[in-house]
């Protein structure tokens, strides 16, 4: 039982860890977005296109990357 706890310890900080980093991340991610809304309105479509698309590929990462934190979570979780 005590290897169990401590593997689970470990994998709970890891998630954390992830979580703490994609909250990051997005924040980052809206500027990133913000900035291509902005040059759509301003008229550099095609430069705001590529923020935009760049926020998209960011965006699934993070969602892609939370997903995984918490299905290795669920796969440790003490019985």
Do not use: C, P
């Not at 290897?3 to 991610?29: F, P, S």
């Not at 900035?35 to 309105?41: H, R, S």
């Not at 960011?58 to 979780?77: D, T």
């Amino acid at each position: 039982m005590k290897d169990e706890k401590k593997e689970y310890l470990v994998r709970k900080k890891m998630y954390a860890e992830t979580v703490q980093k994609n909250k990051k991340l997005g924040i980052v991610n809206m500027v990133i977005f913000s900035i291509g809304l902005i040059l759509k309105y301003m008229g550099m479509s095609e430069l705001g296109g590529h923020f935009i698309w760049l926020g998209i590929v960011i965006l699934v990462y993070v969602f892609g990357s939370n997903m995984m934190a918490k299905y290795e979570m669920k796969k440790y979780q003490l019985k």
